[in-house]
T-cell receptor, first 111, second 118 residues
Framework: AAGVIQSPRHLIKEKRETATLKCYPI?????VYWYQQGPGQDPQFLISFYEKMQSDKGSIPDRFSAQQFSDYHSELNMSSLELGDSALYFC??????????FGPGTRLTVL | GENVEQHPSTLSVQEGDSAVIKCTYS??????FPWYKQELGKRPQLIID?????GEKKDQRIAVTLNKTAKHFSLHITETQPEDSAVYFC?????????????????FGKGTKLSVKP
């Protein structure tokens, strides 16, 4: 079965640089979620989109923005990167009232 | 907002024993409670979930129980095996019927590191 696809899988950036993470949800899933997971931490909700409209917002820094495109893929844009932004970033998708399935994640390292 | 507490933080059992992980939630509007298993550096993998209109659900060696009145839910793993060793997260969310039934974001517990010794 098709799964959530994320790219890139690994990303290394310098402080103050920008990064773009991409997510391709499972076909026919209408909701996309972004989570951030620091080392030894639980996943923290950042933002979600339902049918290409922002549906909920969590602890997403103002330096981050996201959008969902007409083909349902989503991008998380991160600017002015800080050391503390180093984490695993997961995208998840769900169909109406169904479970959330996570992608393999993007490991971001900020040097 | 919703707050999910999970206990214990670490759990060590012998192979073949049972393991129980407990979670409590604060928001009575939460109506969906999944459990995820996560191995180091990998994605959270859904292992079982339960909705608020059900009190118990079982899938082979895994079962989840929900007590809406007490606002707590538990994961039960029987006949544990070494490959069950991982971090387990409980979570809670609210389904938004108004958004065509889309599922709300997940609020996770802090996780339980389960070690199954051969």
């Amino acid at each position: 079965a098709a799964g959530v696809i994320q790219s890139p899988r690994h990303l290394i950036k310098e402080k103050r640089e920008t990064a773009t993470l991409k997510c391709y949800p499972i076909p026919r899933h209408d909701t996309v979620y972004w989570y951030q997971q620091g080392p030894g931490q639980d996943p923290q909700f950042l933002i979600s989109f339902y049918e290409k409209m922002q549906s909920d917002k969590g602890s997403i820094p103002d330096r981050f923005s996201a959008q969902q495109f007409s083909d349902y893929h989503s991008e998380l844009n991160m600017s002015s990167l800080e050391l503390g932004d180093s984490a695993l970033y997961f995208c998840a998708s769900s169909a109406p009232l169904s479970s959330q399935y996570f992608g393999p994640g993007t490991r971001l390292t900020v040097l | 907002g919703e707050n999910v507490e999970q206990h214990p933080s670490t759990l060590s059992v012998q192979e073949g024993d049972s393991a129980v992980i407990k979670c409590t939630y604060s928001d009575s509007a939460s109506n969906y409670f999944p459990w995820y298993k996560q191995e180091l550096g990998k994605r959270p993998q859904l292992i079982i979930d339960i909705r608020s209109n059900v009190g118990e659900k079982k899938d082979q060696r895994i079962a989840v129980t929900l007590n809406k009145t007490a606002k707590h839910f538990s994961l039960h793993i029987t006949e544990t095996q070494p490959e069950d060793s991982a971090v387990y997260f409980c979570a809670a969310s609210i389904g938004y019927a108004g958004y065509g039934g889309s599922q709300g974001n997940l609020i996770f517990g802090k996780g339980t590191k389960l070690s199954v010794k051969p």
